[in-house]
């Protein structure tokens, strides 16, 4: 399965040529803000200059996935199709391995017919292989570690000693230097797994504190870093404000006012030039929150607003294939809450893990903005669901019908 879907993968780049990025804007398209830190890495510049121009060190993206890049860049050339090539091929593995954990959760919560059936949905689906063959970022890397952290998760309950737990605590650091979206699902994670061991008597508290240990190992010298560069702390990233800010302001709507954002704004760049990184998002944060406090029940409609996106995907009026695309995004989204609530109707236990990470990790982006492939790290889990459901109905079907 594993090798099927990455053959399919490395094909689909070599056929579509997805490894040739344009190349206008300096080829800003490849690879976007991480593109351009791999870049800034790769020529002995440090972890800078995220946009266009020399900007200074930055902490606007997690380190992880541009040091990626820029080890890419070191070998293969620095935005070549070699090095596209080998960054696709890359995401596609990580997007191939995924299949692995999506079979262990799925058998493990819902029995081998649904293992089998999400594995290869996965393997497969189109939309699934998008991301990983078109687009050099965390995307489908963030997909595998939360997949592989969900399923860690599940049988942590089974597992004794304490390598599990520094596995755990080994895992979930890599996670958040890779996306720190998906820390969200860390608090949920370590109490999921505590407990479980908990309700069969086994003691957890050794554990816990090995896994805090290596996580604090983990992100320590990245802290330690943004310290001594910015001169106060930064956790992990230091752009939360900016997307604040794009998201909540005059004019907003719900959607993402890119015309906003730096690498589109000529003015913004500047001002994020003459302030420095961190005193513009400071600013960018004091103007998002001003328009934020002048109205609750307006950002409340905002919030509402981007949740409707994430579930049933973005307006996009001038393309004929929107109504089909959002109609795709609006099935999948039934589809998952349907079998999530058909889970926990029939009292599957480990069913409460999905409702829990579908509710805590798109949290932030009803407060920022939603972009399609915000979705893709829970889409494994999704997908799951909704070939539960399916099954669940194939089964009724043959009961009615015998």
Same mark, same amino acid.
């Given at each position: ?47 800078? #200059? ?36 080998? *960054? ?36 497969? $689906? ?16 963030? +997909? ?7 399923? *860690? ?16 605590? $080994? ?40 896994? !805090? ?51 589109? #704004? ?15 998002? +400071? ?35 001038? !393309?004929?294939?929107? &109504?089909?695309? #959002? ?8 589809? +998952? ?19 829990? $990470?579908?509710?805590?990790? &798109? ?18 889990? $999704? ?20």
């Amino acid at each position: 399965m594993v090798v099927i879907a990455f053959v399919l993968r490395f094909g689909y780049i070599l056929i579509g040529h997805t490894y040739r990025f344009k190349t206008i804007d300096d080829n800003f398209g490849f690879g976007f803000e991480m593109g351009r830190i791999g870049r800034s890495l790769a020529l002995g510049q440090g972890f800078s #200059n995220p946009f266009a121009g020399a900007t200074g060190p930055t902490a606007w993206e997690p380190p992880l996935y541009p040091y990626l890049i820029a080890g890419v860049f070191k070998i293969f050339g620095i935005y070549t199709h070699a090095s596209a090539l080998v *960054l696709l091929s890359i995401n596609s593995l990580f997007s191939a391995l995924t299949c692995i954990s999506i079979f262990l959760i799925a058998k493990r919560c819902f029995g081998e017919k649904v293992a089998v059936w999400s594995s290869w949905a996965w393997a497969l $689906l189109p939309p699934v292989i998008f991301w990983c063959t078109r687009w050099v970022w965390e995307t489908s890397l963030a +997909a595998f570690l939360l997949a592989v952290i969900f399923w *860690l998760t599940l049988v942590m309950e089974d597992r004794n000693g304490v390598t599990p737990w520094i596995t755990f605590g $080994l895992l979930w650091g890599i996670a958040a230097l890779t996306s720190t979206s998906m820390l969200s699902f860390l608090p949920i994670s370590g109490l999921w797994a505590w407990h479980g061991r908990a309700r069969l008597g086994k003691r957890s508290l050794g554990g816990v504190m090995a896994a !805090s240990l290596i996580f604090a190992a983990c992100l320590t010298p990245w802290l330690i870093r943004n310290y001594r560069t910015f001169g106060q702390f930064i956790f992990i990233r230091s752009n939360l404000g900016s997307e604040l800010r794009l998201g909540n302001g005059p004019g907003a709507n719900g959607l993402w006012m890119d015309y906003l954002h730096p690498t589109k #704004n000529a003015q913004q760049l500047q001002r994020y030039q003459q302030l420095g990184e961190v005193a513009y998002v +400071a600013e960018r944060k004091r103007e998002a929150m001003a328009y934020i406090r002048e109205d609750y029940a307006r950002f409340a409609g905002l919030c509402f607003r981007r949740f409707l996106y994430y579930w049933s995907g973005l307006p996009h009026p001038q !393309s004929r294939f929107a &109504p089909f695309a #959002n109609l795709l995004f609006v099935a999948s989204s039934v589809l +998952a809450f349907w079998g999530l609530g058909r889970a926990l109707q029939k009292h599957r236990p480990r069913a409460w893990l999905f409702c829990w $990470l579908m509710a805590a990790y &798109p949290l932030a982006y009803y407060a920022v903005f939603f972009l399609p492939r915000y979705r893709h790290p829970i889409e494994p889990e $999704l997908g799951i669901l909704m070939v539960y459901i399916i099954s669940e109905a194939e089964s009724w079907r043959r009961s009615v019908t015998s």
